[in-house]
């Protein structure tokens, strides 16, 4: 009965692992990705509002990664996701309804969704693989 349980602690420790391993990478590029898609807005002189949403989207990104590396609890990271989300879904606003498409596109947003969709599958799904 000990080696059972054991085993079932061991493989627990290691499912742990696996999985704040996939949100770390996910976290990491999000982080990325976001940093890189605010400097090419800022680069190509975009609104002022527009821009100031993706800094303030590549700052939570960014405080979100480092939540995520500190070790902290899916529980804990929930309000620095919740931030991330709310800065993401403003930008696919302004996607959405403006002449931006392109530009949006062509500094990086697709970049921006695909890590942020990787992250909020490894947060909120993480048994989805």
């Known amino acids: 009965m000990k080696v059972l349980t054991a085993c079932l602690l061991a493989l627990g420790v290691l499912a742990g692992c696996a999985t704040t391993g996939g949100l770390s990478t996910a976290a990491n ?3 990325d990705s976001s940093q890189r898609f605010y ?13 100031r949403d993706a800094a303030m989207l590549a700052d939570a990104a960014r405080d979100f990664h ?4 500190e070790g902290r ?3 804990n990271l929930r309000p620095s996701f919740d931030r991330v989300a ?6 696919r606003i302004q996607l959405d309804n403006r002449e931006y498409s392109d530009r949006f596109q062509r500094a990086g947003f697709d970049r921006v969704t695909q890590a942020y969709l990787d992250v909020d599958r490894a947060l909120n799904h993480p048994d989805s693989r």
């Open 29 to 31: 590029r999000l982080d």
């Open 39 to 51: 400097e090419q807005l800022r680069a190509e002189r975009v609104a002022s509002q527009t821009e």
């Open 66 to 69: 480092r939540a995520v590396n």
């Open 73 to 75: 609890s899916r529980d």
């Open 86 to 91: 709310e800065r993401y879904h403003n930008l």
